[in-house]
């Protein structure tokens, strides 16, 4: 069962308030290195609609930023393109018109 919006928000600022506090970050201090008033601070803490961008300024600034890399997407290919790439890499040996081989002379460097 998902948790509801309020309880969300209630966890966001209980996770923004641990690391504070683990940080031993007053927080005044928190606010100022977050470019974000201590009032708006306190309201997030306590599980208040505050803004995403408030959310990602506290991270800046205690330095969780990495967090946020959950949120990126990332580019897969699939199998059928990946097996295409490999063909167009195949190179194989070539015969001149008496037969023989010729050098390879294309390299992976």
């Not at 990495?66 to 040996?93: D, Y």
Request: aromatic content about 4%; charged content about 25%; glycine content about 4%.
């Amino acid at each position: 069962m998902a948790a509801s919006d309020t309880a969300l928000m209630e966890t966001i600022g209980s996770f923004i308030k641990h690391h504070r506090l683990q940080q031993n970050k007053t927080q005044s201090q928190l606010a100022k290195e977050a470019g974000i008033v201590r009032s708006t601070l306190s309201l997030l803490e306590r599980g208040q609609n505050t803004s995403l961008m408030v959310f990602i300024q506290l991270l800046r600034a205690l330095k969780l930023l990495n967090l946020l890399q959950e949120f990126q997407v990332k580019q897969q290919i699939s199998p059928l393109q990946l097996a295409k790439l490999e063909q167009t890499k195949r190179i194989r040996a070539q015969h001149n018109s008496r037969g023989e081989k010729k050098p390879n002379t294309e390299s992976d460097w």
